[in-house]
């Protein structure tokens, strides 16, 4: 099972007085240079002590840079943590993500290790939610659709025969995976007058209702949806969990959207579908990362395309920071980690 947020992975059972503990860097250098010109680090300077330097290879690292280090304060593009890199860093005893998930940098030889690990994803949940929240609105009431014909025509079009049907008043809206994000979606969604579905095989009947939503199987989740949207963690058995078999369950004039892993959805299946014109979609994720130059996703008019900016950006990632800090504060002070990441949770996240 997944550590939920705010367990307590670490057992100081009260604080200690506080000190600085040896903190270093280890991210990308664009992250670096984004975090330091919103200012998002200036605060981790008054908790702890930190190198003025930044890590991006731990190989390439001199031995005097790791042999102390205590805490890494770590981002997107942080080096692997192999047992060789954690060899040379003897005194390391927690490492903070200042973002999402850590699967990209945090090993199995961590944890063996007792290095604790804390992550501001719940943090980066919330521009998520906000983005996808957004796009039900937008797409149950057509708006690209209608500032689209606006545009070509150029005159006030005739609203009530020509947007019949359109609009967010008993809509129903699956949500694909009860992850932080999609928790946060349908407790956006709550006062609302839509109908919320969910498909997550780790909730209960009960559990949906307390959340807000109707526990249903994925097939009946897409066949009844006039939204679905997706947050599901990318693992093996979630590849191409969107099919041809399942896209073609999707009503005429359906919206699919993809704020999770773009490895979830077939987008050569998706693609066929979309130039048909018989459904929506809005990716902020696809497979590849980038599509071709050639791709009709980039100038279909039922598609809204955009590159991994649902999470996190710009003064956005003050808050992830933010969120960081105080996890290095209250390490410093003895207390536990309130957003620990345990090895279990990393079978089970993004």
């Not at 939920?4 to 270093?24: C, I, Y």
């Not at 003897?90 to 961590?110: I, N, Q």
């Not at 609009?167 to 609302?192: C, D, F, K």
């Not at 704020?259 to 130039?275: I, K």
Request: charged letters at 20%.
């Amino acid at each position: 099972m997944p550590v939920p947020e705010g367990t307590l992975l670490n057992s100081s059972p009260r604080p200690t007085a506080p000190r600085r503990p040896h903190t270093v860097l280890a991210m990308g250098h664009e992250i670096h240079r984004s975090l330091t010109e919103e200012g998002a680090l200036d605060r981790l300077h008054s908790v702890a002590a930190v190198d003025t330097a930044h890590l991006t290879d731990f190989a390439a690292a001199a031995d005097a840079e790791l042999a102390d280090v205590e805490v890494l304060f770590t981002h997107w593009g942080a080096p692997l943590l192999s047992e060789d890199a954690l060899r040379r860093m003897p005194r390391l005893r927690a490492v903070v993500h200042a973002a999402g998930s850590v699967k990209h940098h945090v090993t199995a030889a961590v944890w063996k290790r007792g290095i604790t690990v804390s992550s501001a994803a719940g943090a980066n949940a919330l521009p998520v939610a906000e983005f996808t929240l957004a796009a039900i609105l937008f797409a149950n009431k057509r708006v690209l659709d209608i500032a689209r014909e606006y545009a070509q025509a150029r005159e006030q079009p005739a609203l009530l025969p020509y947007f019949t049907g359109y609009g967010n008043y008993h809509r129903t809206v699956g949500i694909v995976g009860a992850s932080r994000i999609g928790r946060r979606v349908i407790e956006l969604l709550r006062p609302l007058d839509l109908t919320v579905l969910l498909h997550d095989p780790y909730v209960d009947r009960e559990g949906a209702r307390a959340l807000g939503a109707e526990l249903v199987d994925l097939d009946e989740l897409v066949r009844r949806s006039h939204v679905v949207s997706i947050h599901a963690p990318q693992l093996p058995g979630t590849r191409h969990m969107f099919d041809t078999h399942r896209l073609a369950l999707l009503q005429d004039g359906a919206t699919l959207i993809n704020t999770a892993r773009g490895s979830l959805v077939d987008t050569d299946a998706l693609t066929e579908r979309l130039l048909s014109g018989r459904i929506h979609a809005v990716l902020d994720v696809t497979e590849p990362d980038t599509p071709p130059a050639s791709s009709p996703l980039y100038t279909l008019p039922n598609v809204l395309l955009t590159p991994h900016i649902a999470g996190s950006l710009g003064n956005e990632l003050g808050r992830m920071a933010h969120w960081a800090v105080d996890e290095v504060q209250r390490y410093a002070q003895g207390l536990p980690f309130l957003h620990g990441v345990g090895p279990d949770e990393l079978t089970r996240s993004a």
